[in-house]
């Protein structure tokens, strides 16, 4: 599996024809506390750099953006009502959504680990 970025601050870790998205710790870290998260129903297409949802925290309310174009397969309802898992592990347990990328060739334009490091330092 590899692990991608972009500079709305999601992430997507791709696996065969299939990516998991979800916000980056820099991004859970800049939100705050996280009152709310909207995410699409299985089935729903999306458009590179297109929203698919929304979190909201005490602070704002951001969209959160599709990395790569592709069709949801599954959301993680559960973070839904479980909050605090956004900020807790925004890169693991609490993903927003799986989808089924539909032009692999989308994830070129996007930032390795290092170079999203390198990025958010720059902020």
Known sequence: MTTYYTKQHEWIRVDGDTGTIG???YAAKQLGEVVYVELPEAGASFAREKDFGVV???KTASEVFAPVSGTVIESNTPITTDLDSVNQDPEGA???IRMKISDPEELAGLMDAA????YCEGL
């Open 56 to 58: 909201e925290s005490s």
């Open 115 to 118: 170079a999203y490091a390198a």
């Open 94 to 96: 609490a993903w927003f």
């Open 23 to 25: 916000i980056t710790a």
